[in-house]
């Protein structure tokens, strides 16, 4: 089944210990983005990937990485969490722009 | 830049209603527009595309038409059911970024939809 695949699905963490949010995807596809919903706000784009090794930053990059040393994967990691990244965090991989893209079930994290 | 405003909801409806939730938008370019559904506890899903002006896309009941002179894309279903009750968002695809890298989603807020038996 085509899918993507983000784990955990639900994390609760304290300030400032890193944490790393897995992305995975099965259908070979070059565009990878990170997305964070809050009420209020929709979803904001943290950052994108259009291929291995080629990552740049989106719309709210601060206070996150990311890493694509693989095309299936595209792990979201936060080096020092704070309160305000508490939020539902969504990864996608598209193969092009009218295609849409394929949305992971989401990572909810609360940071204490 | 780009952006996506849709009607605010919460919208509520009884079952076999007709649904309309209206989106407009406005794009440097010329992207390809979405409508995508989230269920309760549940990620995103596609519910429907387009690409160029006219198009029309449909899916389970649901059809949008893409409208260029409008700049629009409303979604629509003749006859909505109990399990039609979800999240609605529309979104537009655009190459922004530099050197047009960037395939990047821009969303509206999102419309509650309910629908009562």
């Known amino acids: 089944e085509a899918q993507v695949t983000q784990n955990p699905r639900y994390l609760i963490t304290v300030t400032g210990k890193k944490l790393t949010v897995t992305c995975s995807q099965n259908?070979?596809?070059?565009?990878m983005s990170w997305y964070r919903q809050d009420p209020g706000l929709g979803l904001r784009q943290i950052y994108y990937?259009?291929?291995?090794?080629?990552?740049d930053k989106g719309d709210v990059p601060e206070g996150y990485k990311v890493s694509r040393k693989e095309k299936r994967n595209f792990p979201l990691i936060l080096e020092s969490p704070s309160p305000n990244q508490t939020s539902l965090y969504f990864c996608?991989?598209?193969?092009?722009?009218?295609?849409?893209?394929?949305f992971g079930s989401g990572t909810r994290l609360t940071v204490v | 830049g780009d952006s996506v405003t849709q009607m605010e909801g919460p919208v509520t409806l009884s079952e076999e209603a007709f649904l309309t939730i209206n989106c407009t938008y406005t794009?440097?370019?010329?992207?390809?527009l979405f409508w995508y559904v989230q269920y309760p506890g549940e990620g995103l899903q596609l519910l429907l595309k387009a690409t160029k002006a006219d198009d029309k896309g449909s899916n389970k009941g649901f059809e949008a038409t893409y409208r260029k002179e409008t700049t629009s894309f409303h979604l629509e279903k003749g006859s909505v059911q109990v399990s039609d009750s979800a999240v609605y968002f529309c979104a537009l695809s655009d190459q922004g970024g530099s050197g047009g890298s960037n395939y990047k989603l821009t969303f509206g807020k999102g419309t509650l939809l309910t629908v009562n038996p």
């Open positions: 794009a440097t370019g010329y992207p390809s």
């Open positions: 259908m070979n596809h070059e565009y």
């Open positions: 990937s259009m291929n291995v090794e080629v990552t």
């Open positions: 996608a991989s598209s193969l092009g722009v009218g295609d849409g893209y394929t």
